[in-house]
C-alpha cells in the first residue's frame, strides 16, 4: 500500500503547480524560519510523561486522557484543521489502520482547534471512527510544545486562501499547532513521537502500529 508520505508528497507537488508563486514564497520562508529556529525541538519527546488533559467531543462529551490510557495505549494525532488538506489526508490514513490499532486494545484522539460549526463539520465525516476533541486556544497543544504563531505575512496569505483562523477556531489569536503524532503508553509516558512544523510531513499510521505493538512485548 502507498505510504502516507508518498500521498502528502504527490498532493504537495500538484498543489505547488497551481499556486501563486508569491504566496507559496511566503509559506517556505516561514517553514524555513521554523526549521532554523528548531520549533519541533520545544516539543514533547519519546520518554517525557504526556501532560494529561480533558476535552470535548463533538457532541460535547468530556473525554479525559487518563479515563483512556486505563484501557490501553492511545494514540494523539495533532492537526491544524478539517481546512488543512494535508490533515485531511493524514488522518484518512489513520482511519485506515484503526481496527488494527484497536486489535491492540488502542485508542486514537484526534486533537484540532478548530471550534463550533468547523469543528463538528470535521468530526462528522463518516470516515473518522475515533473521537475528535477540541483544544480550545489550543491549551492541550501548548502543554506539548506544540504551538506556533504565524506572522502578519503568513496570516495574509491564509485571509487570501480563506482560513480566517480566528473565525475557524473561535478566539482571536492567530495560532496552530504543529502536525504531531504521538503514541502514549499506558502509564502516561510518550513511547513515540513525530512532530514536524512542515504540513506535508507527518507521522505513518505504520509507525504508530509498530510502536503499539512494541508496547505489547514482554520485556527483556
Not at 35 to 43: D, F, L, Y
Not at 149 to 160: I, K, S
Request: aromatic letters at 8%; one cysteine or more; hydrophobic letters at 45%.
Amino acid at each position: 500500500m502507498e505510504t502516507l508520505a508518498r500521498q502528502l508528497e504527490a498532493f504537495r507537488g500538484g498543489m505547488l503547480e497551481r499556486a501563486d508563486p508569491k504566496l507559496v514564497a511566503v509559506l517556505q520562508r516561514y517553514s524555513d524560519d521554523l526549521i532554523e529556529r528548531g520549533a519541533a525541538g520545544a516539543a514533547l519527546q519519546v520518554g517525557a510523561q504526556a501532560p494529561d488533559f480533558t476535552l470535548p467531543d463533538r457532541d460535547g462529551r468530556m473525554l479525559a486522557l487518563h479515563d483512556v490510557l486505563a484501557r490501553g495505549p492511545v494514540v494523539l494525532s495533532f492537526f491544524r484543521g478539517g481546512w488543512c488538506p494535508y490533515c485531511t489526508l493524514a488522518l484518512r490514513a489513520l482511519a485506515r489502520k484503526y481496527r488494527a490499532l484497536r486489535m491492540h486494545d488502542t485508542e486514537v484522539l484526534a486533537i484540532s482547534p478548530e471550534a463550533g460549526q468547523q469543528r463538528a463539520w470535521t468530526a462528522d465525516c463518516s470516515w473518522m471512527p475515533f473521537p475528535v476533541l477540541t483544544d480550545r486556544d489550543n491549551a492541550v497543544a501548548r502543554r506539548f510544545g506544540l504551538v506556533i504563531a504565524l506572522p502578519p505575512e503568513v496570516q495574509a496569505v491564509y485571509r487570501r486562501l480563506g482560513h480566517d483562523l480566528p473565525a475557524i477556531n473561535g478566539v482571536p489569536g492567530w495560532e496552530l499547532p504543529m502536525p504531531a503524532g504521538y503514541v502514549i503508553a499506558p502509564d502516561g509516558r510518550i513511547a513515540f513521537a513525530r512532530v514536524d512544523p512542515r504540513p506535508h510531513l507527518r507521522m505513518e499510521p505504520a509507525e504508530a502500529l509498530a510502536a503499539v505493538a512494541a508496547l505489547s512485548q514482554p520485556a527483556e
